[in-house]
């Protein structure tokens, strides 16, 4: 299982400069995803074990273009604090061995709550940044 954790600090910020680090009860969080290489056929449905985040947000699902993040080709809302079992449908055909990124992005910045509004490069539900890097994890398609 690929784990990429990052424990958050008071002073951590988000792209969008909301400073967060804490769940509502108080306790400090580590945001992370965690999720194992996936078996997928044509459009196909990614699989997170696990994803941890201190807001409101989204799972977002990038095509890995030169190490970096490109392409959204999926996402599924995230309610902070634990998300077991995140599964999000894919609008894109993979191909085995492909890299996807799994990346926290938060519901900030964007016109509208509870709608995905990013875009390459756009500063509306950005990723979530802890230490200027976004939370993420990378799996293969078989």
């Not at 993979?94 to 500063?123: D, K, W």
């Amino acid at each position: 299982m690929k784990t990429f954790t990052l424990t958050l600090a008071a002073a951590a910020t988000v792209v969008s400069g909301v400073a967060s680090g804490a769940f509502a009860d108080g306790h400090m969080a580590a945001a992370m995803v965690e999720a194992q290489d996936q078996t997928l056929a044509g459009n196909g449905t990614v699989v997170a074990d696990k994803v941890v985040t201190p807001v409101d947000g989204w799972l977002v699902i990038h095509r890995v273009d030169d190490g970096k993040p490109g392409e959204v080709i999926g996402h599924s809302r995230l309610d902070a604090g634990d998300n077991m079992i995140v599964s999000t449908q894919l609008v894109g055909e993979t191909t085995p061995g492909e890299e996807l990124m799994l990346m926290i992005h938060t519901e900030e910045g964007g016109a509208e709550e509870n709608v995905f509004e990013y875009t390459l490069g756009s500063s509306k539900d950005a990723p979530l940044l802890v230490d200027a890097m976004p939370v993420s994890t990378t799996v293969m398609v078989k």
